[in-house]
C-alpha cells in the first residue's frame, strides 16, 4: 500500500498545471457526495459489463481531443460512430439522475461527470488514480464526424500522429502514455485487416491466428472484434508495451509506436517500468480533461446529458 500511495502523491504532484478555472473542490460545498456516487455506479457497471470501462475512457478521449471536454458526445446528435456504445450513455444518464437527486439540478455538469467516470473506468480495471479538476460546463454542439479530422487513425503513421498530438499541446511521450489506453479494449476487423494481411513489421503467428477471425475479402467479418491488448484485455496495465515490442500490436497506429522509431525509448521504458507508465498516463490524462473546457457562463449545465436545454 505504501507504493500505491506514492504514486498518487507523485501523480498529484507532478500533474499538468490546471486550468485557472478548474478545481478538485469545485463542488466542495455544493455537491460533496458527488466523487462517491459516480464511484459506486462505475463500480457496479463495471462489474456488470467490464467492457464498459473501456468505452467510456475510448468516449472521453473523443471528446476531448475533437471540440474540447465539453461532454459534446454525448449529445444524442453526435457522431454515429459512437452511438455503438449505446450501454455508456445510459450508464452516465443514470449517474446524472442520482447526482442530480443528491444535489439538486443544475449544479453537477454531464461534462465533469464524464471526467469523473473515466477517472474511476480507469482505476476499476486495475490502472492509475488521478485527481480530476472540476468545473466543466456543458457544450451545447454535438460532436460530429465532421470533427474526425483531429483524430489518429487506425492506419496512421507515426510523424502524423505525433503532429496530431503536438497541435493540441501533447509532446510524442505523452502520446504515447496515452496510447497505453490500448491496454484494454478491443477493435474491430475493418481496422486490423490490412496489417494482418499486408504488413511485414507483424508476428507470424500472430497475423495468422488473427485472421482465424478476420477474412482478408472486404465486407466480410468486418465488425469481429479482436482484443487490443491479448495478454490482459480487461486489465489496464503495461503489458500492452510488451505486445508492441513482440510485433503484437493488433493495429497501424499501435505497432508504429515501436518500429525503429523515435518513440521506440519511451515504449521499451514503460515496458520495463510500470510505475512510470501509470504516472505519465495519469497526468496526460489530467491534461486532456483540461483541453479547452467551458467555464464560468459558457455553455450550460444539461439537466439530461444527451440533450441540450
Request: glycine share 8%; net charge positive.
Amino acid at each position: 500500500m505504501a507504493s500505491l500511495g506514492l504514486l498518487i502523491i507523485l501523480i498529484i504532484t507532478f500533474a499538468s498545471p490546471v486550468s485557472a478555472h478548474l478545481s478538485v473542490s469545485f463542488y466542495a460545498n455544493t455537491c460533496p457526495s458527488v466523487f462517491n456516487i459516480v464511484r459506486s455506479a462505475m463500480r457496479a457497471a463495471i462489474i456488470r459489463e467490464p467492457g464498459m470501462g473501456t468505452s467510456l475512457l475510448r468516449l472521453f478521449y473523443h471528446d476531448c481531443f475533437v471540440n474540447g471536454c465539453d461532454g459534446g458526445i454525448l449529445l444524442e446528435e453526435s457522431t454515429p460512430a459512437n452511438q455503438n456504445s449505446p450501454r455508456v450513455f445510459e450508464v452516465i444518464e443514470h449517474i446524472k439522475s442520482q447526482v442530480d437527486r443528491a444535489c439538486g439540478h443544475g449544479v453537477v455538469s454531464c461534462a465533469d461527470l464524464f471526467a469523473i467516470a473515466t477517472r474511476d473506468s480507469v482505476t476499476e480495471l486495475g490502472g492509475p488514480y488521478y485527481s480530476v479538476p472540476l468545473g466543466r460546463r456543458d457544450g451545447r454542439t454535438p460532436n460530429l464526424d465532421v470533427a474526425h479530422y483531429n483524430l489518429p487513425t487506425p492506419s496512421e503513421n507515426l510523424d502524423s500522429i505525433i503532429a496530431k498530438f503536438s497541435r493540441k499541446g501533447f509532446s510524442a511521450r505523452e502520446m504515447v502514455a496515452l496510447s497505453g489506453a490500448h491496454t484494454v479494449g478491443k477493435s474491430s476487423c475493418v481496422h486490423f485487416r490490412d496489417r494482418i494481411y499486408n504488413e511485414s513489421n507483424i508476428d507470424a503467428a500472430f497475423a495468422a491466428y488473427r485472421r482465424a477471425t478476420c477474412p482478408r475479402a472486404t465486407g466480410t467479418g468486418d465488425n469481429n472484434l479482436a482484443p487490443l491488448d491479448p495478454l490482459s484485455p480487461y486489465r489496464f496495465d503495461n503489458r500492452y508495451f510488451r505486445t508492441l515490442m513482440n510485433r503484437r500490436g493488433l493495429l497501424h497506429s499501435d505497432q508504429v509506436l515501436f518500429s525503429g522509431g523515435s518513440t521506440d525509448s519511451i515504449v521499451t521504458a514503460y515496458r520495463n517500468n510500470p510505475t512510470t507508465f501509470s504516472t505519465d498516463f495519469a497526468n496526460a490524462m489530467v491534461k486532456l480533461g483540461n483541453l479547452s473546457p467551458l467555464t464560468g457562463s459558457q455553455g450550460e449545465i444539461r439537466t439530461i446529458c444527451g440533450r441540450v436545454n
